[in-house]
């Protein structure tokens, strides 16, 4: 379980991690700095397995991966959005952090409630309002390269088989 910290629609990747810290790639760097123009006291509020929920297009602007290491490296479990920019997901995909697509559930949870997540399942379950959502499981390829922690690991996970 853990907490979550709510946004809207259209939160572009230059709010997840301000243009102005890209001169490091540093994870732990960048997590310092993830959301501060949205939220300034998110860094310092998050905790590993903590969620963002948020409304429609979520990690739209450009495609830097910058925006996906600066959440994953916040601790943040899971992104969960009515939707995503295409990029945005391609790129959590391959850093390894997991995200969900699922309006039911973007509409419903809000800053402060309790949530859990079932990956296998697609489930998400507010604790806080003793709700569920269904959200479509990712396909098994893709939870795989999320369990390897990205692409780059998968690779070379399957290079030394």
Do not use: W
């Not at 709510?6 to 997840?16: P, R």
């Not at 991966?65 to 490296?73: G, L, R």
């Amino acid at each position: 379980m853990g907490y979550v910290f709510k946004y809207g629609d259209n939160v572009d990747t230059d709010v997840i991690i301000p243009a102005r810290y890209l001169n490091t790639s540093e994870p732990a760097e960048l997590a310092k700095h993830c959301m501060e123009d949205i939220d300034t006291g998110f860094s310092g509020a998050v905790k590993t397995g903590d969620f963002i929920v948020a409304d429609k297009n979520f990690g739209c602007g450009s495609s830097r991966e910058h925006a996906p290491i600066a959440i994953k490296a916040s601790g943040v479990k899971c992104v969960i959005a009515s939707s995503f920019a295409r990029i945005f997901f391609r790129n959590c995909i391959n850093i390894g952090l997991p995200i969900m697509e699922c309006p039911e559930a973007a509409a419903s949870i809000q800053t402060g409630d309790d949530i859990d997540v079932d990956f296998d399942t697609g489930m998400i379950t507010n604790h806080t309002k003793g709700e569920t959502y269904q959200s479509q499981p990712l396909p098994e390829f893709l939870q795989n390269l999320i369990a390897q922690d990205g692409l780059v690991n998968y690779t070379r996970s399957k290079l030394s088989e």
